[in-house]
């Protein structure tokens, strides 16, 4: 039995020690947005925070958390699409599939709290997460609109015509 | 913000649809027949259901798997229907139901970039039948003449006497009439079209933002117990035997279950466990005769067909090629060779089943739903209208979801062993890799020959390598021809034509099969056909002394659409302008799925050999636009994908099995290395071409011939990394 604080409610969770922390949260917490992609911390589907850190919960086992330790899940990010990066998501159209934005969405929240105006660069370094359908020039687009950055948004745009 | 309606058999969430402002409304339990929600709403016709609240839901037959087109084919609905955008909500039908409805959706299949192309006429008929019926029941009420009505956005009116009612008002009515003579709908003019054709945002975009959006896997059931799976590592291998004597009493652990000959299951409570147990558990494989295949023999193989004197497996043989080509004053040669691809949907297969002596159902993430309800009644032994599949939008497809189905066999095998209770099978991702219908590999030996001018004299291109008919549908196999494999460079116009005209030209298709699954993988055979075309071609415009541009445009004469396109994407790339330092441009135009494209690349390559693509600008004509901004999206996810094929895909085959299973083997291209995409759409009418799939061909060899112009040498074996470019 594990005490996790997960979008700051405490649970006592049925769960083995080394049970993986997305495994918690998917099967015994009931949290499904937090997704299965690798099992292998290489795709990012499976992104939470950890006080604020942004950590690929397949390979993080439940007894390296302390009850103390808060983790915030895609349900906890704001209860009704408010996140600037929610809003930047949803004005771009940023999801396909969508299968991967739950770790998208926790990855550019967490880089936005430490960096509030990303560099290009500093985007690239911090969303290495994984989309198989692509979306990675409107995350770009949607970092830069959530940041307020005007310009990086700009020169991120897909610039398309219709002739 | 318009809502989706679920009917995924199960009280999905209330909170996606809290999140619009119309809350409230439907909300369909387990099974609820489709009667019964017409008892609730009336159903105009099979694809327009309009509530009291002037809601017009518009049913939905194809799959939504992040190509858009579910937000297209409402909007050709809602076009020809003239009801209020803003209103509009979605429901998926299930195969089920369409079975029992004598298939009054069509097909439900989603491949192929058929969502929008093939249903197009339907869906838009259905719409307009649906307003007409609206319209008569207004009239009716009012005894006017219906020619005297008009309607805009739901509201009908009656200018004479002037009334006005809406939609949600007369539907009870409405749905009571007969269904208008077909030879009386005339659909609108794209020209005149005001939802359709325009950059809608997408209606299933919200729950994808707040994890309240439910995936196959994220399905609850009660009771459900979960599996995780092994299949046999080799192809064709067997379960010889497994041992579970150290299982039994472990936390959650349930059993063992044997699928069919060749595959070994763990059933637990949690898919932790399930996969936990199955990674300890022994088993011995009967790998059979394939264990020895490799990489190496197949490449032999392929090789074989190339200088092979057997008899080909279809082509084209216009004028003599090879005698041209002997004769010609400069001659090109060159062999080429792509390898098999695994689809890696971020969403790995699963399935849940639940099944009894007389039930069958399975939630599933299909790209064919009745194929998933034909391999379910199948697998679990349940005629078919019993048997009910409740399709979730897959995460991700590209082919891998469409005809095979073997997930769905293989839950359904084991949802058999516990009756009544829902099972859900989740493959690992390595499972996923090693077990996928694979892009087919294959090699091309390609000809030219030039005239003292650098005119082409004829072309010949062999392709030797794996079909996906013979695996999947031999009756598609005509005598011993499968044009298939050589879609792209096809004479007949319209699907997949090839774009130039040469003097001669010989085409050849050597069927050689392996032992490793095949099947369809986004863009298909125009991927490997698009490279050997382009980069071949390539080859020759450099042997010629010409640009590389005015070299195609001169074969191109008789392709005007071909031509378009390779102009658009010429002019919006800068063709012929000025680069900085250290880079390079590259181009390719290629046809498939009844579109045309083109692509410019432009790439530097460091002094260490490091492929870096700054910018890539793609033209697309599909004739008929319907969302310019989902169009885009698939644009810029075909280059994100036909990149990842480029820079890094390959699936390696040592001792019968696959080696690349998981991420960090079989690399996936991120954020950072993702070229700024610019999308030309070439909207010239008239024709309605595919979307999801056509721009994939051209990223590979637009980004091969800019490294061609950077290095100087032709790559002529895929993927990039295996190439030393320094
Ligand atoms: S599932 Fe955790 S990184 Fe892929
Ligand atoms: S949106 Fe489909 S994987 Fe990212």
Redesign the pocket.
């Known amino acids: 039995m594990a005490k996790l604080n997960i979008n700051g409610k405490v649970r006592d969770i049925p769960a083995e020690g080394e049970m993986p922390l997305?495994w918690a949260i998917r099967e015994l917490a009931g949290l499904t947005g937090t997704k299965?992609?690798?099992?292998?911390?290489?795709?990012?589907?499976?992104s939470v925070h950890i006080n604020g850190e942004v950590m690929?919960?397949?390979?993080i086992p439940v007894s390296s958390l302390k009850p103390g330790d808060r983790i915030v899940t895609i349900e906890g990010i704001s209860p009704n699409l408010s996140n600037p990066v929610q809003k930047a998501w949803l004005e771009l159209d940023v999801p396909q599939c969508g299968y991967c934005q739950s770790g998208q969405i926790m990855a550019a929240t967490a880089l936005l709290k430490k960096t509030p105006r990303p560099t290009d660069a500093q985007i690239d370094a911090a969303m290495t997460n994984i989309c198989r359908c692509g979306t990675y020039q409107r995350i770009r687009q949607a970092v830069h609109i959530a940041a307020g950055n005007a310009a990086g948004a700009k020169s991120a745009a897909s610039d398309s015509v219709k002739i | 913000m318009n809502k989706i309606i679920g009917n995924t058999g199960f009280n999905a969430s209330r909170r996606g649809f809290l999140v619009g402002s119309l809350a409230g409304g439907l909300s369909l339990g387990f099974n609820l027949p489709l009667t019964a929600k017409q008892a609730e709403t009336p159903e105009i016709n099979a694809w327009v259901v309009v509530k009291p609240d002037n809601t017009c839901v518009v049913r939905i037959a194809r799959t939504e798997m992040g190509q858009g087109t579910l937000t297209g084919l409402a909007q050709l609905v809602a076009e020809e229907l003239e009801c209020d955008w803003k209103k509009v909500a979605t429901e998926q039908i299930m195969p089920g139901q369409n079975l029992a409805r004598k298939r009054v959706w069509g097909e439900m299949g989603t491949g192929g970039s058929r969502g929008i192309r093939t249903s197009h006429d339907y869906v838009r008929r259905g719409g307009a039948a649906a307003r007409m019926m609206l319209m008569q029941a207004a009239a009716d009420q009012w005894k006017a003449p219906v020619a005297e009505l008009t309607v805009k956005e739901g509201v009908i009116s009656h200018a004479a006497s002037r009334r006005s009612t809406t939609y949600g008002k007369v539907a009870a009515a409405a749905a009571k009439l007969a269904a208008p003579d077909p030879k009386t709908i005339t659909l609108k003019d794209p020209k005149s079209w005001t939802i359709a054709g325009k950059p809608l945002k997408r209606l299933d975009t919200a729950a994808k933002l707040d994890g309240s959006k439910i995936y196959a896997i994220d399905v609850k059931l009660p009771g459900m117990l979960i599996a995780a799976i092994k299949d046999s590592p080799v192809f064709g291998g067997k379960v010889q035997s497994f041992d579970d004597s150290k299982l039994a009493g472990r936390p959650g652990f349930k059993k063992v279950v044997r699928v069919k000959d060749t595959a070994v299951a763990v059933v637990a409570d949690t898919y932790y466990h399930a996969k936990t147990y199955l990674a300890e558990l022994p088993i011995v494989w009967d790998e059979g005769e394939n264990a020895a295949t490799s990489s190496a023999t197949i490449a032999a193989l392929l090789k074989e067909g190339l200088e092979s004197a057997g008899p080909d497996n279809g082509g084209r043989k216009e004028g003599d090629a090879l005698k041209a080509i002997a004769e010609s004053a400069k001659r090109v040669d060159a062999v080429y060779s792509t390898p098999f691809l695994a689809h890696a949907t971020m969403e790995p297969m699963n399935c849940t089943a639940r099944v009894t002596a007389d039930r069958a159902e399975a939630w599933v993430p299909t790209q064919n739903a009745e194929s998933s309800l034909a391999s379910l009644s199948e697998a679990a032994g349940v005629p078919l209208p019993q048997c009910e599949v409740f399709r979730t939008d897959p995460g991700g497809g590209f082919g891998r979801r469409g005809g095979g189905q073997d997930y769905v066999r293989q839950a359904a095998e084991i949802a058999k062993q516990f009756p009544g209770t829902p099972v859900k099978l989740i493959w690992t991702r390595e499972e996923d890799q090693a077990h996928d219908f694979f892009r087919p590999i294959s090699m091309m030996k390609g000809s030219a020959g030039l005239d003292a001018n650098g005119n082409v004299t004829g072309l010949h291109f062999r392709i030797s390598g794996q079909s996906i008919n013979a695996f999947s549908n031999p009756g598609n196999i005509v005598g011993s021809k499968d044009e298939r494999q050589l879609q792209g460079l096809w004479k007949e116009p319209g699907d997949a034509q090839l774009g130039y005209t040469v003097p001669h030209l010989l085409t050849e298709y050597m069927m050689r099969n392996t032992h490793v699954p095949v099947g369809a993988w986004r863009g298909v055979n125009t991927n490997q056909n698009a490279i050997y075309v382009e980069c071949f071609m390539e080859e020759v415009a450099k042997a010629s002394g010409k640009d590389s541009v005015v070299f195609r445009r001169e074969l191109m004469k008789n392709h005007p659409k071909h031509l378009a396109v390779l102009n658009a994407a010429a002019e919006k790339g800068d063709w012929g302008k000025p680069l900085p330092a250290g880079v390079h441009r590259g181009i390719a135009q290629f046809m498939g799925y009844g579109s045309y494209s083109a692509a410019v690349a432009e790439v530097s390559v460091s002094p260490a050999g490091k492929v870096r693509v700054h910018r890539m600008v793609l033209a697309l004509d599909c004739g008929i636009a319907v969302n310019p901004q989902q169009i885009a999206a698939q644009v810029e996810g075909s280059v994100a994908y036909g990149l990842t094929a480029t820079l890094y895909g390959e699936c390696v085959v040592e001792k019968g099995r696959m080696v690349n299973l998981n991420f960090d083997t079989y690399e996936i291209m991120r954020l950072a290395e993702m070229p700024k995409v610019e999308t030309v759409i070439v909207n010239s009418g008239g024709f309605w071409g595919g979307v999801g799939e056509p721009t994939i061909c051209v990223v590979a060899p637009a980004v091969l011939n800019a490294v061609f112009a950077a290095t100087g040498k032709p790559v002529r074996s895929l993927p990039l990394k295996n190439n030393k470019l320094a």
């Open positions: 997305l299965f992609g690798c099992g292998i911390a290489q795709c990012g589907a499976c690929r919960s397949c390979s």
